[in-house]
């Protein structure tokens, strides 16, 4: 048996997601099982076909498409009761790689159960990988972390005014 190890994925830079997705591409690639939640993310990005094609479990969605911020009271305990289902689901799946994309800002935010997470996080399967990514994690996160890398912005397109472009951002 192989030991799993967690990953933590973050920062204000871009490239968190990524770095998840490109985990499960090498995991997919070598015949592992790979399970993906997707917190406060609603559309499809790019590798989401594609990661279901090539047999991996992706949970995602939210009440409608606009930031927390956003949405009202009625939206968030919708979106939280769905994002918390989305775990538990993805919980009962066998998986030899488990992703968990956002998860630091849905927490933080209160869009799942934070008990939830802590049962996923530490009482993970001892030969489970498990990636966590967000921009700022809890301080168990990172305590709990095997690896943990900080993806900090030096520059950005965004500001120089230019938006998010589908197939690279999104």
């Known amino acids: 048996m192989q030991q799993g190890l967690i990953h933590l994925y ?7 997601t990524t770095a998840a997705m490109g985990l499960a591409l090498r995991a997919l690639g070598n015949g592992k099982r790979v399970v993906l939640v997707q917190f406060l993310k609603g559309g499809d990005s790019g590798e989401i076909p594609l ?9 995602r ?3 409608g498409q606009k930031f927390v911020h ?18 538990r689901r993805a ?11 956002e998860v630091c ?39 709990a972390a095997d690896y943990s890398t900080e993806m900090r ?4 397109p965004f500001n120089q005014g230019i938006g998010a472009r589908k197939g690279v951002e999104y």
């Open 153 to 156: 912005c030096h520059r950005h």
């Open 10 to 16: 973050w920062g204000e830079g871009k490239g968190k």
């Open 105 to 143: 800002a849905a927490c933080q935010l209160d869009m799942v159960e934070e008990s939830l997470i802590k049962q996923a996080v530490l009482e993970k399967p001892a030969e489970q990988e498990l990636v966590l990514t967000g921009r700022e994690p809890a301080d168990w996160m990172r305590e």
């Open 61 to 63: 969605g939210k009440a």
């Open 70 to 87: 956003q949405m009202s009271e009625a939206e968030k305990v919708q979106t939280r009761d769905m994002q918390t289902e989305n775990l």
């Open 51 to 59: 990661l279901r094609r090539l047999g991996a479990t992706v949970y």
């Open 91 to 101: 919980l009962r799946e066998p998986a030899d790689l488990l992703i968990l994309d």
